[in-house]
């Protein structure tokens, strides 16, 4: 009894969550352009879907913000952590709050003064701006997922590198980078998604001519959104879903392969 | 440690340079043409994509295209000067708040025949409620506001805004979810005007759509479409654009312009004040009034067409003599287009929506 109560518990919690997706996906396939009549199954929209270019150049313009924008978040992140653990107590919490603050902060409030910002000082709306955007309020996810790995690393290993004559640069790539690269990696993996997510932002600071996939749905309110966005959207969907089941199947081999990957690279 | 604060000052080097150089190539992006180039902002979806590109073929101009989703998000961007754009595609009460603030150019007809030949003079007639003297303005999108029903769903035709408050009809019936829509409907049947700012005749349209309220199953913005459709309810009120799309769906509907008079809106062509690329804007804008221009649009957007050289090309003579698409202005009463009320309008009749949906 207690066990069939909790089957079905799960099952609602899944039925809720999948529903809007499951129905996005059926319509996907629907011949008829609205979602009220079924005008039996069709690829239409596929096909429609990669002879438009437009959603196709918002879809490789997200996928190249999102990317980029992620690595260099990476990148400044991390160098960030290792420097807050050289800092004085107070400067270190006084520090952490100000990359806090942009994360509880309401996007539409960095939006606008993202947007305010680059008004004054006269950028050009573009590429660009969008990418210096989504890396700012990239970076504080980074440094919350790099952060907590940094505290648990042993000081003496990296010290111990130093005596047994390693250059620092050398000891840090060897001894700290490879226990630092889960956290790195669930940063990158963390600024990835918050980047393909965004829109609110992105409205803001997007030039002329400039869309990303969440920017060009929105403009089609007026006239309804079109079914070639089912279309991908369930692409997408697909393709997030087999890489989640891909990487779970092997966890373990593939963190191992991870880490002496890190350590082989340098040699 | 000191050597180590070096190296990461290396990096830090790198990536400031890196930077910079993102930041460029993001600028050099926008290449221009042979005959430099022109800024359209216009609605989503509201272009067919090849008429861009035989644009940008003939003339050599590049166009730089971008989309809004409504005026009221439109209106901060041009205003914040953060892109200089040449052309917007703006509704009437947004043209009227535009040139109120001095925020467009006037436009030389002598640089646009196809504008001057093609457009209908009906429709710069219908422009003068916002654009008095038609010096700013070139209409491009139009439409009325309408009721559509099933007519498997009612007793008696539609014909009149009243019967939104017939007590038979409750929950079958879908109300518009903006405030000048919603309020139009109300000071139509009251008789009054949809752009008054007198109190009582206020008063009397907001206590009219309280007393309707439990009779709407929902106010909706483009769900109208899908719901009337699926048959999920009798009545609703639509855009006469939509109603076209909705028909071909569902053989049971109805679309008809209230017998009280509505709303003509306008979506039109302006060229902005500060337009760096002013002849080209022109060039543009009377292309799209182009007759074969503007059929393709047509057919893309399927909203009405002021250019009635266009019209005159359309091969399918239910369409071309559609009375949903292009209706008889003459025939009816009391049609208006909305203007814009000032920041003080604004804030009393959004103020009164809030006491309807609060109620």
């Known amino acids: 009894m207690k066990n069939a109560a909790k089957k079905i518990y799960i099952a609602l919690i899944v039925l809720f969550l999948y529903a809007p997706i499951g129905t996005l996906m059926v319509l996907s396939f629907n011949a008829s352009k609205t979602r009220a009549k079924w005008g039996g199954f069709s690829l239409q929209w596929y096909i429609a879907l990669f002879q438009n270019e437009e959603i196709l150049r918002a879809l490789f313009n997200t996928l190249v913000i999102a ?59 573009g590429m660009g701006t969008i990418l210096l955007s989504h890396i700012t309020f990239n970076i504080p996810y980074v440094i919350l997922s790099v952060m907590p790995r940094m505290k648990q690393l042993n000081p003496s290993t990296f010290e111990a590198a130093l005596d047994l004559g390693s250059s620092p640069l050398n000891a840090f790539f060897k001894v700290v980078f490879p226990d630092l690269l889960p956290g790195i990696l669930s940063g990158f993996l963390m600024a990835f998604t918050m980047s393909l997510d965004d829109f609110i932002i ?56 991870l880490r002496y990957g890190g350590k082989n690279e340098k040699k | 440690m000191r050597k180590n604060k070096k190296s990461f000052g290396k990096i830090t080097f790198a990536l400031a340079v890196s930077f910079t150089a993102v930041s460029l190539c993001g600028c050099a992006s926008s290449d221009k043409g042979v005959n430099g180039q022109v800024i359209v902002y216009n609605w989503g979806e509201y272009i067919d994509p ?13 166009v730089i295209y971008d989309e809004f989703e409504t005026n009221e998000s439109m209106y901060p961007k041009v205003e914040s000067g953060a892109v200089a754009y040449d052309i917007a595609c703006p509704s009437d009460y947004m043209i009227s708040r535009m040139i109120e603030n001095g925020m467009l150019s006037e436009i030389n007809y002598n640089n646009m025949p196809n504008a001057k030949e093609n457009i209908g003079e009906q429709y710069y007639e219908q422009s003068c409620g916002f654009d008095p003297e038609n010096k700013y303005a070139i209409p491009y999108c139009w439409g009325t506001v309408g009721i559509l029903y099933n007519k498997t769903m009612v007793d008696e035709p539609i014909t009149r805004w009243e019967q939104l408050w017939d007590k038979k009809y409750a929950d079958n019936i879908l ?20 752009n008054t700012l007198d109190l009582t005749e206020l008063t009397a349209a907001k206590n009219l759509l309280i007393e309707q309220k439990p009779l709407v199953q929902a106010y909706v913005v483009d769900q109208v479409r899908d719901k009337m459709i699926g048959g999920e309810a009798a009545i609703g009120v639509i855009y006469s654009g939509e109603a076209i799309y909705t028909q071909k769906e569902n053989p049971d509907l109805v679309y008809v312009i209230p017998e009280e008079g509505t709303n ?39 909203y009405s067409t002021p250019n009635v050289a266009a019209r005159e090309l359309i091969e399918d003579e239910s369409i071309k003599n559609s009375e949903i698409a292009f209706p008889d ?6 049609l208006e287009t909305y203007v814009y009320l000032g920041e ?10 809030k006491e309807v949906k609060a109620h």
């Open chain 1, 67 to 125: 990317l980029v924008s992620s690595l260099f978040a990476t990148v400044i992140g991390t160098i960030a952590c290792i420097a807050m653990t050289g800092m004085k107590r107070q400067a270190k919490s006084i520090l952490m709050g100000i990359t806090n603050i942009p994360m509880l902060n309401a996007d539409i409030v960095t939006g606008v003064s993202l947007m305010l910002l680059y008004i004054s000082l006269g950028i050009r709306f």
């Open chain 1, 202 to 257: 992105t409205h803001f600071t997007k030039g002329v001519g400039v869309d990303t996939l969440s920017t060009k749905i929105y403009t089609e309110i007026k006239k309804g959104i079109k079914p070639e966005m089912y279309a991908l959207s369930s692409l997408i969907f697909v393709i997030v879903l087999t890489l989640l089941i891909l990487i779970n199947l092997s966890p373990d081999k593939k963190e191992k392969e």
């Open chain 2, 50 to 62: 090849e008429t861009i590109r035989m644009f940008e073929e003939e003339t050599g101009i590049k």
């Open chain 2, 175 to 194: 109300m518009q979810d903006s405030v000048r829509d919603a309020f139009m409907v109300a000071e139509k049947r009251n008789g009054d005007s949809m």
């Open chain 2, 264 to 302: 003509i809106w306008i979506d039109a062509w302006v060229i902005l004040k500060n337009a760096p690329n002013k002849e080209n804007a022109e060039k543009f804008i009377d292309f799209m009034c182009r007759a074969d221009i503007a059929l393709m649009n047509f057919d893309y957007i399927t």
């Open chain 2, 329 to 334: 202005l003459s025939q009816y009463e009391n």
């Open chain 2, 344 to 353: 003080d309008g604004d804030s009393l009749y959004n103020e009164l929506w």
